[in-house]
C-alpha cells in the first residue's frame, strides 16, 4: 500500500526494551501494512506501518529496542533522535509487567525527555501466572501518564490502548520533562547547567534544558560532539562544571557522576514500586541487601523511632566531643583579647579590634568544632544513604501538613538535621512542580537550623541549659519541624490552597562512606563556615560595631567620667600598696563600676543603641533588652552575626580586663538575661526573618512580594511565639 506523507494524520512510536513485546504489538496493530527499510547509514532495521482509526490515518514507528535513552549504542541513538527530530504526536513505551522495575527504568528517562507518553503495560498474562499483581491505576497516577494492560499476543487491551494514545495525539500536551533528584552534589550541578543552558538556548530547539544537563553528567557522547559543534564555548563550560563535580564525586564517594545518575534514576523506581503498587501472591525471590535493610530502617514504626535515636545520638555526639575544643577556642579569643588590651595604647583602634573583631568575628569561630563535629555526622548519614531514608519516611507526614514529599530534601539540605543552608534549600524547592507546594516549601524551609543558627543555639544552650545540650538542641530541632510544618499547613489552607500532587522517592542503594570522603565533606562545609565568618561576617561586625560606637558620648559627659576615675586613682594610689584594705577593693570596685557605666552610656548613645532602645518598649514582651535588639537586628543580615554582635555588645558594656569572660558567662551574669528569656529569644531567632541571602533567592525564585512576605510573616509570627513563651514561663515562676 502506498502511502502519502501529508495523508497522515499522527505518528507513533513504539519504544521499549528489546523482548518486551514492541514487534508483536506493532503487527497487532498495522497487520500487512508495513515497511521495512534501515535508518539511513546504519544497520538498524527501519520498520513503519499504518493503520485507520475512525477517519484518520495514523503511522506507527516501531523503534529499536533499548534499555535507556543514553547514546551508548547505535539502537539507544536512532530511538532517541527519532523522538527528538521527528517529535512523534505519542509515544507508545511498551513495558514487560513481568520486569517491570528494570523496563521502567527507560518509561523515566522518556518522561525526563518530556515525549507525550502513553504505557502499554504487556504480558499481563506473564505477570500474572508468576504472582505478580499491578495496581495500574496508581502507578498511572503517580507517573501521570496514562498506563493501559494489554496482552500484545493475544490482542487483548490494544483497542484500548490505541484511544488511549489517539486521546493523546488529537490534544496534543506541551512536552513536559520530569525532574527527578539525583543527590545533593548532583542536583547543584544540574541547577547550574540547566541555567546555563536556557541562558543560552543551547540544544534547547531538540532538548529540554535539564535533560541536556543529565546527559552531560552522563558524557552522553553524541550530545557532547553535538554542543562542541553548535557553540564551543558554551560546551567547555559545560564540560568543566561536569569535570569539576566528576572530580569531587570521585574524591568524596568513589564513582563518576554517570553511576549516581544511574542509581538515582533505580533509587527512585525502586521506591515508586514500593507503596503498594507491586503485590506478590508467590513469595518474591530475593532480596537485595539495602531492601533488607531498608525494612527495618524504613518501619512503619520502627523506622522513626530509629531516626529519632540516630538524631539524638549525632547531638550527644557532637556535643560531647566538641565541648573541650569549644571551650579551648573560647579561651583562645579571651587570650588573644588580654593580650591586644595590654599590648596597644587606649583608642578607637583597640576598641575595634577587641570589641569588633575579636569578640564579633572569635564568637563566630569559637563554634568551628563543634561545626565540624555535627558536619561530620551529618555527612556519615548522607554519604551512606541514610538521609534519603529520613525523607523518605518524613513524607508520610509531610503529606498530612499539605506538603509534598519533594519538600523533605529541601528541608533537610535547609538545616533540617541541623546544619544546613536555607539557600541550597530554596533553590532545592526546583524539584516541585505543583506551584502552590513549591511556595508553601520555599517559604517554610528557612524555618530549619540552618549552619548560621547552630552557634546562636550552641551559644544559649551551653550559658542556660548546660546540663542538657544534647536534649535541648534535639527538642529545637524537632520545633523547628512542627512550626515549620504548622505553618506549612497554615499556608496551604489560607494563601496556597490546593490540591496535594503524588509523589515518588528516589533511595539510593546504602553504600560504605569512605573515611576520605568524609572528612572532604566535613572540611568543606566548615571552610565555607570559616571562610563566611572571616568575610561576610567580619564586615558585617564592624559595621555593627561603628553603629555601637559612634556617635561618641559629649564632651561633658565623657569629661565627668574621666574626672570621677582620675580621683578615685589618686585616692588609691594614695592608698598603702603593700596591705590591702577593704577600703582599696572597695575603690578598685568603683572604679570598674564607673568604667563600666561610661561604655553602657556610650552604648545607649550610639546610633545602634538609640534603635536598641527605641525597641526595648516592645521587645520587652518578649524579654529582649535592647542590648539583645542590636544583636537581632543585624541577624536579619546573617544569623551568626546575632552571636558575634551579642559579644560586641556585651563587651563593651564589660571591657574591665579583670572582668574578662566568654560571652556565655556574661550573659549568665546578666540581669536581663535568665533561662526564660534564653528560650524565648532562641525561638525568636529560629524563626524570625530568614537572612538577608535567602530573602533575595526566595524573591528570584518567586517574586519580591512573596520574600516581602516571608520577612514580614516570619518576623511576626517568631515575636509572637517568643512573647508567649516568655511570657508564659514568667508567669510559671521559670525565669
Ligand atoms: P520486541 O523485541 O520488543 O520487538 O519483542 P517481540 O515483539 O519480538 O516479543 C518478544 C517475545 O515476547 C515474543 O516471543 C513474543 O511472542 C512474546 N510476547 C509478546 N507479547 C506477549 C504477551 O503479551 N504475552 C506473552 N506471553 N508473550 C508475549
Ligand atoms: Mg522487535
Redesign the pocket.
Known amino acids: 500500500m502506498s502511502v502519502q506523507r501529508n495523508d497522515i494524520s499522527h505518528t507513533i512510536a513504539?519504544a521499549?526494551?528489546?523482548?518486551?513485546?514492541?514487534?508483536?504489538?506493532?503487527?497487532q496493530l498495522t497487520g500487512a501494512r508495513q515497511h521495512v527499510g534501515n535508518y539511513p547509514g546504519i544497520t538498524v532495521e527501519r520498520k513503519s506501518g499504518y493503520l485507520r482509526v475512525d477517519d484518520e490515518l495514523i503511522a506507527v514507528v516501531?523503534l529499536p529496542?533499548t534499555y535507556s535513552l543514553t547514546a551508548y549504542s547505535a539502537e539507544e541513538l536512532v530511538a532517541r533522535d527519532f523522538l527528538v527530530n521527528e517529535r512523534p504526536a505519542v509515544v507508545i513505551n511498551?513495558v514487560d509487567a513481568a520486569n517491570l522495575e528494570r523496563n521502567l527504568y527507560l518509561s523515566v528517562q522518556l518522561l525526563e525527555l518530556g515525549a507525550p507518553l502513553v504505557i502499554a503495560l504487556?504480558?499481563?498474562?506473564?505477570a500474572t501466572s508468576r504472582g505478580i499483581k499491578i495496581d495500574t491505576e496508581k502507578l498511572s497516577e503517580i507517573l501521570g501518564v496514562p498506563i493501559i494492560p494489554?496482552?500484545?499476543?493475544?490482542g487483548?487491551g490494544t483497542d484500548i490502548l490505541m484511544q488511549a494514545a489517539i486521546k493523546v495525539a488529537r490534544n496534543p500536551p506541551e512536552w513536559k520533562p520530569l525532574t527527578i533528584s539525583y543527590g545533593d552534589d548532583l542536583d547543584g550541578a544540574i541547577i547550574e547547567l540547566t541555567r546555563v543552558i536556557e541562558e543560552h538556548e543551547f540544544l534547547t530547539d531538540r532538548y529540554p534544558a535539564q535533560f541536556t544537563a543529565v546527559k552531560y553528567l552522563e558524557q552522553d557522547e553524541q550530545i557532547l560532539a553535538l554542543g562542541r559543534d553548535k557553540n564551543p564555548d558554551i560546551a567547555r563550560m559545560l564540560e568543566s562544571v561536569v569535570e569539576n563535580l566528576a572530580a569531587h564525586t570521585h574524591k568524596t564517594l568513589d564513582v563518576y557522576p554517570e553511576v549516581i545518575v544511574a542509581d538515582h534514576r533505580y533509587g527512585y523506581l525502586k521506591s515508586l514500586l514500593r507503596g503498594g503498587i507491586i503485590t506478590h501472591t508467590a513469595a518474591p525471590d530475593r532480596l537485595y541487601a539495602s531492601d533488607r535493610i531498608d525494612k527495618i530502617a524504613t518501619h512503619r514504626i520502627g523506622g522513626p523511632a530509629i531516626m529519632l535515636a540516630v538524631l539524638y545520638f549525632l547531638y550527644q555526639f557532637t556535643f560531647s566531643w566538641s565541648s573541650m575544643p569549644v571551650a579551648w577556642m573560647g579561651e583562645l579569643f579571651v587570650w588573644l583579647g588580654e593580650m591586644v588590651d595590654g599590648a596597644m595604647a587606649d583608642g578607637p583602634l583597640k576598641s575595634l579590634i577587641i570589641s569588633g573583631v575579636i569578640d564579633g568575628v572569635g564568637g563566630v569561630l569559637g563554634f568551628v568544632p563543634l561545626i565540624m563535629f555535627m558536619f561530620f555526622g551529618i555527612a556519615l548519614l548522607e554519604d551512606s544513604g541514610y538521609l534519603a531514608r529520613v525523607a523518605y519516611m518524613m513524607d508520610r507526614i509531610f503529606r498530612i501538613f499539605g506538603l509534598h514529599g519533594s519538600s523533605v530534601m529541601p528541608f533537610i539540605v535547609s538545616g533540617g538535621i541541623a546544619g544546613g543552608c536555607a539557600v541550597p534549600g530554596v533553590m532545592a524547592t526546583r524539584t516541585l512542580r505543583s506551584p502552590k507546594e513549591r511556595m508553601a516549601t520555599l517559604l517554610t524551609v528557612p524555618f530549619m537550623n540552618c549552619g548560621a543558627k547552630i552557634p546562636v543555639l550552641a551559644l544559649l544552650i551551653g550559658a542556660f541549659f548546660a546540663n542538657h545540650q544534647a536534649l535541648m538542641m534535639f527538642g529545637f530541632t524537632m520545633l523547628a519541624w512542627v512550626v515549620a510544618l504548622v505553618a506549612a499547613k497554615f499556608l496551604r489552607t489560607t494563601f496556597l490552597r490546593g490540591e496535594p500532587t503524588p509523589f515518588v522517592m528516589e533511595l539510593p542503594p546504602y553504600r560504605f562512606p569512605t573515611t576520605r570522603g568524609l572528612l572532604i565533606h566535613t572540611w568543606e562545609r566548615t571552610w565555607q563556615y570559616i571562610k563566611k565568618a572571616g568575610t561576610v561576617i567580619l564586615a558585617i561586625s564592624i559595621l555593627l560595631w561603628a553603629l555601637m560606637t559612634y556617635p561618641h558620648l559629649p564632651e561633658e559627659q565623657q569629661r565627668y567620667f574621666a574626672q570621677q576615675k582620675a580621683s578615685i586613682s589618686q585616692e588609691l594610689s594614695l592608698l598603702d600598696p603593700i596591705s590591702k584594705t577593704d577600703n582599696h577593693s572597695l575603690l578598685a570596685e568603683e572604679l570598674r563600676r564607673l568604667d563600666q557605666e561610661q561604655s553602657a552610656q556610650a552604648l545607649r548613645y550610639s546610633v545602634a543603641g538609640r534603635i536598641g532602645h527605641g525597641l526595648e518598649s516592645i521587645s520587652s514582651w518578649a524579654g529582649f533588652d535592647w542590648r539583645t535588639n542590636i544583636a537581632l537586628l543585624g541577624g536579619f543580615v546573617a544569623k551568626e552575626v546575632i552571636v558575634s554582635t551579642l559579644g560586641t555588645a556585651y563587651s563593651m558594656g564589660d571591657t574591665n580586663p579583670e572582668a574578662a569572660a566568654s560571652l556565655s558567662h556574661r550573659l549568665t551574669r546578666s540581669p536581663s538575661w535568665n533561662p526564660v528569656v534564653a528560650v524565648a529569644a532562641l525561638i525568636f531567632i529560629m524563626f524570625y526573618a530568614p537572612c538577608f541571602v535567602t530573602v533575595v533567592c526566595i524573591a528570584r525564585e518567586s517574586s519580591w512580594r512573596w520574600a516581602a512576605f516571608s520577612m514580614g510573616f516570619n518576623t511576626i509570627f517568631a515575636f509572637a511565639l517568643a512573647v508567649a513563651v516568655y511570657q508564659l514561663g514568667m508567669a510559671l515562676g521559670f525565669g
Open positions: 513504539l521499549g526494551n528489546p523482548n518486551a513485546g514492541k514487534t508483536t504489538l506493532f503487527n516501531d529496542g511498551i504487556n504480558m499481563i498474562d506473564v494489554i496482552v500484545a499476543r493475544a487483548t
